[in-house]
């Protein structure tokens, strides 16, 4: 596959949501355009930011003419910014997803098309490992120590174990992505670690390809206090509109039902009707397939069945 990759260089859109991200989004845009062995155009929308992003964006532009800028006329918030990204993407064989305030690896998009390329007739993903960083880019750990995606379609609804930011997709993907109602779709990353591994293949890079920054709502470096980490759960089930599974689930028997197996069918339908049905409720609840790698996931995840946002 490598000697196929270096004998061109592929072209691929970046796609980049930014929102008051003026402290760190230079940075990103220099580890983006100096990505080596790929022609790259960066697509951005702004969801309203009320700092410098956009004039800083705009500053970059003069000197990188491969950079498009969009300035939303309403705050979407990420999921569906990026959705409204990957609606109006330019016809690439391959896009990327950008979040504004990390900082790449010079071969993250090289590799992640190497990944990839060999599969354009179906969706296919590439996510990698990430290098946790400080402010000021110090090392602080990987995100994953290990990783084995999970072989079963339902296990992989459950959790997902792909961030937004090291995702690499394909054409395929992306039409399959916009087939989609956004409002339900409260993760892009999300979705597409579904639609992927339901409809085509998703590859895992446990070497880190991206260095990402921990701070505010994305730290996941520092293990939190017993008190945090029960104020977050709380939060968590106190989300009455959060219902993640069930919305995905919709849409995949809403635009794919021709596409799914009758088991992936009939366990699917549990997880869209059981706010519905007292019967769906029950067989969720008591499901053999809700199998999570640490007990304390499993009694969460049944508590959000049983509060309804699941």
């Known amino acids: ?179 989609a109602d956004p409002m339900k779709i409260q993760f892009h990353d999300f979705w597409m670690y579904v639609i992927c591994s339901y409809f085509g293949r998703v590859v895992y890079d446990s070497t880190p390809q991206v260095k990402y920054r921990q701070h505010g709502n994305n730290q996941v470096g520092n293990k939190p206090s017993l008190r945090q980490l029960w104020k977050q759960r709380l939060k968590q089930l106190k989300r009455k509109d959060a219902h993640i599974r069930e919305y995905m689930a919709q849409e995949l028997l809403k635009g794919f039902s021709d596409l799914l197996s009758d088991e992936d069918v009939y366990k699917l339908r549990i997880v869209a009707n059981y706010r519905n049905s007292m019967r769906s409720k029950m067989k969720l609840l008591f499901s053999r397939d809700i199998r999570m790698n640490k007990t304390k996931k499993q009694i969460w995840v049944k508590a959000h069945i049983l509060i309804e946002n699941f």
């Open 1 to 179: 596959m490598m000697d196929i990759v270096n004998q061109r260089n592929f072209d691929i859109e970046v796609l980049m949501s930014t929102y008051n991200g003026e402290k760190y989004i230079v940075e990103q845009l220099d580890s983006i355009v100096d990505q080596e062995n790929v022609s790259i155009k960066c697509l951005i929308r702004d969801d309203l930011s009320n700092d410098k992003t956009v004039e800083r964006i705009e500053h970059y532009r003069q000197i990188q003419k491969n950079i498009q800028l969009i300035i939303g006329i309403e705050n979407l918030g990420f999921a569906r910014s990026f959705y409204e990204l990957v609606k109006l993407s330019d016809d690439f064989e391959f896009y990327a997803f950008s979040d504004q305030d990390d900082v790449w690896m010079p071969l993250k998009i090289k590799t992640g098309i190497e990944h990839i390329q060999e599969y354009s007739d179906i969706p296919c993903m590439y996510f990698s490992n990430c290098e946790l960083v400080d402010f000021n880019l110090n090392h602080l750990g990987n995100m994953y120590k290990e990783v084995a995606l999970p072989e079963c379609n339902f296990q992989r609804l459950l959790e997902n174990l792909a961030v937004g930011c090291t995702i690499v997709f394909n054409k395929k993907a992306k039409e399959m992505f916009l087939k």
